[in-house]
T-cell receptor, first 114, second 114 residues
Framework: AQSVTQPDIHITVSEGASLELRCNYS??????LFWYVQSPGQGLQLLLK??????LVQGIKGFEAEFKRSQSSFNLRKPSVHWSDAAEYFC????????????FGAGTRLFVKA | DAGVIQSPRHEVTEMGQEVTLRCKPI?????LFWYRQTMMRGLELLIY????????DSGMPEDRFSAKMPNASFSTLKIQPSEPRDSAVYFC????????????FGPGTRLLVL
């Protein structure tokens, strides 16, 4: 069965520092991979997605993610974090199982310190 | 576009009462998803519809939960009778193509069952 693991429950980085959020997935075929962000009191918003092609995917707000099949990973990165990036980040894997189902990871909460 | 609309935004009720959550998806989207988010269990897919037809309801916790989508612009999630453990934030999301495309989330309904 497909699953998503986000090893870090929370991460704290300084404003201006680089960021990497880890995501590992389990799925037998080529996965559809997503990163969503949730600001406090809000719904989730898509940052980026990978279906096929170039394994380095660019998203909104300066985020990017790299799909590494050999490591079953889809880590999210940003070269310079802004205070407004403080939020919860969810990695998700989608798979065809009858219809289509998206499985979300537990989330990583990002704290940004001045 | 107004985005996904959910009502009410907050609901406080007493154990045993019926609760109805409502969702209006983005116009033109043919897939609709109901999620539940709690601290303990994270984000869980409850059910999703494609072209108004329920495709996967394996996430619905028990018979107390039911969901309907009578037309392309409206869906309800009903809990009867409600229990304190149903307290959570319930999100509705819609997408244009069965979940392979970006899911757009509503702001959520925060439910508290006393």
């Amino acid at each position: 069965a497909q699953s998503v693991t986000q090893p870090d429950i929370h991460i704290t980085v300084s404003e201006g520092a680089s960021l990497e959020l880890r995501c590992n997935y389990s799925y037998g075929a080529t996965p559809y991979l997503f990163w969503y962000v949730q600001s406090p009191g809000q719904g989730l918003q898509l940052l980026l997605k990978y279906f096929s092609g170039d394994t380095l995917v660019q998203g909104i707000k300066g985020f990017e993610a790299e799909f590494k099949r050999s490591q079953s990973s889809f880590n999210l990165r940003k070269p310079s974090v802004h205070w407004s990036d403080a939020a919860e980040y969810f990695c998700a894997v989608g798979a065809r199982a009858g219809g289509f189902k998206t499985i979300f990871g537990a989330g990583t909460r990002l704290f940004v310190k001045a | 576009d107004a985005g996904v609309i959910q009502s009410p935004r907050h609901e406080v009720t007493e154990m045993g009462q019926e609760v109805t959550l409502r969702c209006k998806p983005i116009s033109g989207h043919n897939s609709l998803f109901w999620y539940r988010q709690t601290m303990m269990r994270g984000l869980e897919l409850l059910i999703y519809f494609n072209n108004n037809v329920p495709i996967d309801d394996s996430g619905m916790p028990e018979d107390r939960f039911s969901a309907k989508m009578p037309n392309a612009s409206f869906s309800t999630l009903k809990i009867q009778p409600s229990e304190p453990r149903d307290s959570a934030v319930y999100f509705c999301a819609s997408s244009s193509s069965g979940g392979l495309e970006t899911q757009y989330f509503g702001p959520g309904t925060r439910l508290l069952v006393l």
